[in-house]
């Protein structure tokens, strides 16, 4: 038996002995996400557990270093536990802006000092993290973002306003792009970390079309931030930006392909069974469904084996999210009347309709649709002029 | 397997695009079709994929191929098609192959040394009317003798003419839609009773209208077994379907390239039309199209190859998103070249022309998203 086969064998019997039942049925709501934290309210014994086990193995971040609190797996073994996870249905053990944004950045940029720090306070669901980047005056052009850093010898003083701040009411630290010069655009911005009960820091939720609120407009006033905790060259932060926005469009676009996406015509089949034109609408979405899962497993290898084009996760985030608004577009026509149920329990509070509005963001957030085909048609196709 | 592809697959797919280049450019497709040849392709160059080693790809090791499989096969593929080479290729080394691989050793001893040295040709005759309905096979062979004998007609049988053998997929028992009752028969050419009516296609390939008038074949000629040809046809099918998938997304790439060059050349208003956004995201969208598409093709070929349940959905999501796909190609490429687009000189309509073919070949997008949602069960 190969080494790969004998570590699919290993890996199914720790599933089936470490993953709660419950913990393997699909997550219904919002509220069934583990995202650890401070003040993390766990909705069951069980999820506390399956976050527990995963951490003391290393498996919240399988392919981390092990020094970091990540499982030291190779491509190879992390695609094995991805499809044996997928395949038994056990829930991701830890959502974090931490692993799928910080972690990259601090793998790439941080010292080894910041790395044992902060690396294995993630891997183990301890300091859920949240992401300053946008400003009221800095949406798709972020770079011309103005929250800025003073300095004062051993640290900063940070004033400014981040807007669309997910989860700062709940987060324990953030990771902010502050200007720290002003004369240059791009060579003036760096990349800070702070705690969020640091004297200062309010934020104040803000109502989406959903009704809910998951993002925040987040304020700074006179913010002190140590010198130590910056991520990379004073100034340089904009780097590190590039590097972890791709990270965040790969998390964007892959949080369709993470999972299982099931056929939503067999989904329907009543439905579709008396409407041959929405019949015909959701086989084609099938069939884009199956392809864009395809695409995700050659850009998944592509990404490890450190092949395919650098602005690829740009194409994958415009696609991803595209299809993704596309399903829930199809969802709401074949829920009928019963979709547009905003507050019974019977609709589980208007899930559906509030799941589609949501879905509204995908292809704004984390840069919109047409910066991502700005920068196809640059950094891919070499268009002229773009 | 990662999807991407290998060290000796990036090998193959090196050799086969420099070949495919030098040998068979559009422009040697304009000569064949210029000359009205009858066949639709060079023989010349049917041999010299055989001393390529392209011919035995499919073919096992031990019977003088390279014993690989459909995800090579695409590779292959996808250069004839951006280069838009007029090969028997499809039909003879995959999906005949497949057929071959499925039936007698003596079959294989008779017709895979020639395939294998670009000799010999390959046909398929499959479909009984306009659109590609396996399923509803109906043409006859009654058992006669000790062998059988074939009555009916088949259409779109792209070489018939030119084929030295016809895989004919008729009824020996049950009617259409049975799943038993179906037998693969290989049928030498110029066998009595057959008549072929030779067709040019709006891509220049010659495809034939054949009659089968009392032909009468010995039981060596079936391909399998005699009534379980369901099986057979199945294997031919998802490999033809595959292959014509990938050789679509060569056309679809082939169709964005030339175009791209285009926006980078072409000015108006002062300035080059890449320029303009509007133009761009159009661009930038096909990219992402097309990419999409050929990491499905990708897929439903390691899916077939590898022999997982999945494979038959994978196959027919694979056909019917590259249809959609290269379709898109070839329609922003003609209406971004603008007027030159129309015009004879400029390849682009080349492309919008064997996307056409390739579409109604194995079955349209339309066919295969149905198929996908009863796959599904809906």
Redesign the interface.
């Given at each position: 038996m190969s080494d790969l086969e004998t570590f699919r064998k290993e890996t199914i019997a720790w599933l089936e002995e470490n993953c709660p039942a419950e913990m393997r049925k699909p997550a219904k709501s919002e509220s069934d996400v583990c995202w650890g934290g401070r003040n993390f309210q766990f909705q069951s014994d069980a999820q506390k557990q399956w976050l527990e086990v995963n951490a003391a193995r290393g498996w919240t971040v399988p392919d981390w270093p092990t020094e970091y609190g990540g499982g030291g797996l190779n491509p190879a073994e992390t695609k094995i536990l991805k499809q044996e996870m997928t395949r038994m249905g056990c829930r991701i053990p830890l959502s974090s802006f931490g692993i799928w944004m910080l972690g990259p950045a601090l793998l790439q940029f941080g010292t080894e000092e910041q790395k044992l720090h902060y690396l294995p306070q993630i891997a183990r669901g301890e300091i859920r993290w949240c992401q300053g980047y946008s400003e009221p005056g800095s949406g798709s052009d972020l770079v011309s973002l103005q929250t800025f850093g003073e300095d004062k010898g051993d640290h900063w003083v940070v004033n400014g306003q981040k807007v669309w701040t997910s989860y700062a009411d709940k987060a324990d630290w953030i990771f902010c792009l502050v200007r720290t010069d002003k004369e240059d655009k791009y060579r003036g911005i760096s990349f800070l970390l702070f705690d969020m009960e640091s004297e200062g820091v309010t934020t104040k939720p803000i109502k989406l079309i959903s009704g809910n609120s998951p993002f925040c407009e987040t304020f700074f006033d006179d913010v002190k931030v140590p010198k130590d905790q910056i991520v990379g060259q004073l100034n340089r932060g904009w780097d590190v930006a590039k590097y972890l926005l791709g990270h965040e469009r790969e998390m964007i676009s892959g949080g369709g392909i993470s999972n299982e996406m099931p056929s939503i015509g067999a989904a329907f089949n009543e439905i579709v069974a008396l409407d041959p034109i929405m019949r015909a609408e959701m086989a084609a979405f099938d069939v884009d469904t199956l392809a864009f899962k395809a695409m995700g497993e050659l850009f998944m290898d592509e990404l490890k084996a450190k092949k395919g084009h650098p602005a690829q996760p740009n194409m994958m985030k415009y696609a991803g999210t595209e299809l993704n608004k596309r399903r829930h577009e199809l969802v709401m026509a074949a829920g009928g009347s019963e979709s547009l149920e905003w507050e019974s329990e019977a609709s589980n509070k208007g899930a559906k309709a509030r799941n589609w509005l949501r879905t509204k963001a995908n292809s704004i957030e984390g840069g919109t649709s047409e910066v991502m085909l700005n920068v196809i048609s640059k950094r891919i196709l070499e268009l002229p002029g773009a | 397997m990662?999807?991407?592809y290998d060290e000796d697959q990036s090998m193959l797919e090196d050799s086969a695009a420099e070949f495919m280049k030098t040998e068979a450019p559009v422009a040697h497709l304009r000569e064949f079709r210029d000359k009205n040849c009858p066949d639709g392709f060079s023989h010349r160059l049917w041999e010299q994929f055989g001393e390529m080693g392209f011919n035995g790809i499919m073919a096992s090791e031990d019977e003088g191929g390279l014993g690989m499989g459909l995800k090579e096969a695409g590779i292959i593929m996808k250069e004839i098609g951006k280069n838009l080479a007029p090969s028997p290729f499809l039909t003879t080394a995959v999906a005949g192959v497949e057929a071959l691989n499925n039936g007698s050793k003596a079959l294989r001893d008779r017709y895979l040394p020639g395939i294998i040295e670009g000799k010999t040709v390959l046909s398929l005759a499959i479909d009984e009317s306009s659109k590609h309905r396996p399923e509803a096979i109906a043409m006859e062979a009654k058992r006669s003798g000790n062998g059988f004998q074939l009555n009916g007609k088949k259409q779109f049988v792209i070489h018939g003419i030119s084929s030295d053998m016809m895989i004919v997929a008729a009824r020996t028992a049950g009617s259409a839609g049975d799943k038993d009752g179906l037998t693969l028969f290989a049928v030498e050419k110029e066998t009595k009773g057959m008549e072929m009516d030779a067709v040019r296609l709006v891509d220049s390939s010659v495809a034939a209208h054949v009659a089968f008038n009392n032909v009468e074949l010995t039981a060596d000629a079936v391909i399998g077994e005699v009534d379980q040809g369901q099986e057979v046809l199945d294997r031919l099918l998802r490999a033809g379907r595959v292959a014509s998938a990938a050789e679509m997304v060569g056309v679809g790439t082939g169709a964005m390239k030339q175009t791209?060059a285009y926006?980078?050349e072409r000015k108006q208003f002062g300035?080059?039309i890449?320029?303009f956004?509007g133009l761009?995201?159009r661009?930038?969208?096909l990219?992402?199209?097309m990419?999409?598409?050929d990491?499905?093709v990708?897929?439903?070929a390691e899916a077939v190859d590898a022999g997982v349940e999945s494979a038959e959905?994978?196959v027919s999501?694979?056909k019917?998103?590259v249809g959609?796909t290269s379709n898109l190609a070839v329609r922003e490429g003609v209406q971004m070249h603008g007027g030159v687009g129309m015009t004879d000189e400029y390849d682009i309509g080349l492309y919008m022309k064997r996307d056409r073919g390739l579409s109604e070949f194995f079955g349209d997008?339309r066919y295969?998203?149905?198929r996908?949602?009863q796959l599904?069960?809906?």
């Open positions: - | 990662p999807l991407f791209l926006l980078k300035q080059l890449g320029e956004q761009q995201h661009a930038a969208h990219y992402s199209e990419e999409i598409a990491a499905i990708r897929k439903a959905l994978l999501a694979a019917a998103k959609v997008s295969h998203a149905n996908v949602a599904y069960g809906y």
